[in-house]
């Protein structure tokens, strides 16, 4: 039988993939994408919470809180570079942090980590995939539109392995059915909260990007699929054990984004193989 949070994850890869698409294709700002997934986010999370409630414990409201100041910095500068590098491209990219972040999660949990080493076949396949990934990397440097990628997400795709790690810890502290919308809602509350912050501080005219007909058009629209992923992916987080086995098979959203890609005839002239090796290693793991 298929595990549930693989269905999940699955489906998760395919929304994702239309999300960034739509907002690469209609040339979105980074602000008004990401503004309007947690306006969305936040508008269907409430009748949930009300009917199931929040949870009590304080480590939720912490760990949320955490993963939300890492969301915060990662979808905007995520948006921009899907808009300035092309989405098929930075999907090839993020499972390096996948990779990081399966290791990371050793240090939380290591029973795991015991497990694994008793299973010397799989421990093998794992230094294998760690050393694919390392290799491609490598690859990935010397192709000048993979390196200028590269270059401009490679802070976020670090602050992201933190983020997977708070997501992860953040649902373990709550009941299963307070879980998912629980920390969809409150993520997204907070993420509001601190754009606010932003934008009246540091940016104004984000404001007027995201209020604009254009920006609500747009970010919607990208809203409704990214959101849908999110959703869908917090189920799976849930109902896994490891939080890198989700998010590897979301990665799959790099098949679907490629194939988009050429059905619409948009040129990519990144080293692919090197991307997809990545990707193979964090599934592989």
Request: glycine share 8%.
């Amino acid at each position: 039988m298929i595990p549930i949070w693989f269905l999940c994850a699955l489906a998760a890869s395919v929304f994702s993939a239309l999300g960034n698409f739509t907002h690469q294709k209609l040339g979105g700002t980074n602000t008004a994408s990401a503004v309007w997934m947690k306006i969305i986010a936040l508008t269907i999370s409430i009748p949930m919470i009300v009917r199931s409630g929040l949870p009590t414990e304080p480590m939720f409201y912490v760990m949320t809180a955490g993963a939300s100041a890492i969301w915060c910095i990662n979808d905007l500068v995520y948006f921009n570079a899907v808009k300035n590098h092309g989405a098929a491209l930075l999907s090839r990219l993020w499972p390096m942090g996948t990779i990081l972040g399966f290791m990371a999660w050793f240090f939380i949990k290591p029973d795991l980590f015991t497990a694994y080493m008793q299973d010397m076949p799989r421990f093998a396949g794992i230094i294998f995939a760690v050393t694919l990934c390392v290799g491609c990397a490598i690859m990935l440097q010397r192709c000048a539109f993979s390196a200028a990628a590269f270059k401009a997400v490679w802070k976020v795709i670090l602050l992201g392995v933190l983020g997977i790690i708070l997501v992860k810890s953040a649902v373990d502290y709550a009941p299963s059915n307070q879980s998912v919308f629980g920390y969809l809602g409150i993520e997204a509350a907070i993420m509001l909260v601190f754009y606010g912050i932003y934008f009246k501080l540091r940016r104004p005219a984000a404001f007027r990007e995201v209020t604009s007909l254009d920006g609500a058009k747009t970010g919607g629209m990208v809203a409704a699929f990214l959101v849908s992923a999110g959703v869908i992916r917090m189920y799976a987080f849930d109902a896994v054990d490891h939080p890198a086995f989700v998010t590897a098979v979301c990665m799959l959203d790099v098949v679907w984004l490629m194939i988009i890609t050429r059905i619409v005839g948009w040129e990519d002239k990144s080293n692919k193989w090197a991307g997809l090796g990545i990707v193979v290693a964090a599934i592989a793991l």
